[in-house]
């Protein structure tokens, strides 16, 4: 049986805005396993991306338990989060979020900042991860010289380069057109057999029916399947 890799235990999230509070997730237990391909489906405003967040220790809930690995990290320092993305988690945004002062090369290698790892091997690993996603002939090209699809491949890569234990796409297809859209998850799908554990987030029903498992949110909570 694969081991739990990713779990929330009642977990909330309240953002606080002057007199307004608003409850992002109110009760949220999940459990996602090593190996999985699992979509989070909701409408907008409905704590999809607040959860991935929270999953992602990119921030922290205001109450309930998350583990990722089997440690709490509910309440660690910004420090030790920060050495957890950096080592064990890749993300894919809906922007991309690439320097576009920088080439396809030097964008992928940008994970590694917060690493300690060899030159040569930084080198090595972000190179193997741009022909993964099929960009070998782009390595040198800035993010204005490629279109729509490549400049997602290109945040796929960076994602990939560290070798996570997990990736999170956050509405990954949203900018690309419907073909292009398909390519990138037939990317993902790819990711996945090849033992990768994935977290897309996605509103769209068409690719949330690529995945293994769908965990459906609205209003903050789980709906039962």
């Known amino acids: ?8 235990d009642c977990v909330t999230k309240v953002f606080q805005n002057g007199h307004l509070c608003v409850e992002a997730l109110r009760g949220v237990s999940v459990h996602i396993c090593q190996g999985e391909f699992v979509a989070i489906m909701g409408p907008s405003g409905s704590g999809k991306s607040t959860l991935m967040h929270i999953i992602g220790c990119l921030d922290r809930p205001t109450s309930g ?72 002939d782009r390595i040198q090209h800035r993010p204005s010289e490629l279109s729509g699809g490549e400049l997602q ?23 690309l057109d419907l073909s292009t859209g398909k390519d990138i998850m037939a990317l993902f799908l790819e990711l996945n057999a090849q033992g990768m554990t994935v977290i897309l987030v996605t509103h769209d029903r068409d690719l949330a029916a690529c995945a293994e498992r769908i965990i459906r949110i609205r209003d903050g909570m789980i709906e039962p399947d």
Do not use: W
Not at 1 to 8: G, I, K, N, S
Not at 154 to 174: F, K, N, W, Y
């Open 153 to 175: 491949r290109v945040s796929i890569a960076r994602a990939i380069a560290i070798d996570p234990t997990i990736v999170l796409a956050d509405e990954p297809t949203g900018n």
């Open 1 to 8: 049986m694969a081991r739990v890799l990713v779990e929330t």
């Open 65 to 136: 338990v998350c583990r990722f690995g089997g440690r709490d990290v509910s309440n660690l320092s910004d420090k030790q989060l920060s050495r957890i993305r950096s080592n064990e988690i890749g993300f894919v945004f809906q922007t991309f979020n690439l320097i576009h002062g920088f080439n396809v090369l030097e964008n992928v290698r940008l994970p590694f900042l917060y690493r300690d790892d060899e030159e040569a091997s930084v080198n090595r690993r972000a190179v193997s991860a741009i022909e993964k996603v099929g960009l070998a």
